[in-house]
């Protein structure tokens, strides 16, 4: 028992003395920025850091504002919090629908190219050249850069789709990932592209019918929003007792809070539920 304690120790004392050298590479969660992906797509290259910068000083001002027209506070920071992430949202779902239409564009012309005779690499190539929207080549530029460094092209397109926010997208370049690892010809292939972009052509149009028959009912949201702040505005004006009740603490602490996330709750639930339909 003492010869078993004595080495105990001496193990024990030479681990902790080389603990200091060893490297041992311990793996680190990497947590995804919540808005990362609609910042991309967005068009914001800044660091994330500034993009923090610039939604504590919306949450600060309307804080401030909350606070001198009698508001909770939190209420203000956490409008002023949600504010920037759901313009950025809208500007990415914008930005996202051109490059819907760009990326139809950008496989009509690598069909027209593989049709002369163009391999689909250079067909690819001369296709993003020729677009001039930053979101819609993105993953192809990905996948011809990883195919001229030596990697195989389906393996790249295929990785370039993972990459890529854009259900469609990732649908359509994994189609034609199958294509290239089916080794079809260039006939062959050149039918698998416009079968492609005839299918993102349609889902296009679809999306276009959908958003015009709805265009109608989202208005009527947005201007029921604007009107009920105006309205109890002016009744507050004609009648005292109203201006008394959103005046007093309940009023201040309740009634206005309660009216601001509802507001905000119907536009974005309306938008939702368009943006699940065409998605």
Known sequence: MTLAGALALAL????????????????????AHPDAGALGEAGWSRPLWQWEG??????????????????????????????????????????????RRARA?????????????????EAL??????IDDAL???????????????????????????????????????T??????????????AQLVAAVADRLAFDERLDEEVRSRTGGLRFQVLLLA???PCLAAYLSLTVPTLA?????????????????VLELAGIVLSRRAVADVVR
């Open 244 to 260: 008394l009740t959103l005046g007093s603490p309940l009023g201040r602490t309740v009634l206005i809070p309660a009216a601001v």
């Open 105 to 121: 564009r950008l496989l009509r012309a690598t069909e027209g190219a593989m049709r002369s005779g163009t391999a689909l690499p």
């Open 176 to 189: 034609v990932a199958l294509g290239v690892a089916a080794r079809l010809s260039t006939d062959r292939a």
């Open 125 to 130: 190539r001369r296709a993003c050249d020729g």
């Open 226 to 228: 604007a009107i009920v």
């Open 54 to 99: 610039v939604r504590a000083a919306s949450a600060a001002a309307l804080a401030a504002l909350s606070v001198a027209v009698g508001v909770l506070p939190i209420v203000g920071l956490a409008v002023g919090a949600a504010l920037p992430s759901f313009a950025t949202r809208l500007r990415a779902d914008d930005a996202r629908r051109s490059a």
């Open 136 to 174: 819609a080549r993105r993953p192809f530029v990905a996948a011809l850069r990883a195919f001229d460094l030596g990697g195989a092209l389906d393996a790249s397109l295929r990785d370039a789709a993972r990459g890529d926010r854009d259900a469609r997208a990732r649908a359509a370049l994994e």
């Open 12 to 31: 024990a004392v030479t681990a902790l003395g080389l603990a200091p050298f060893a490297r041992i590479a311990l793996p680190r969660p990497r947590a």
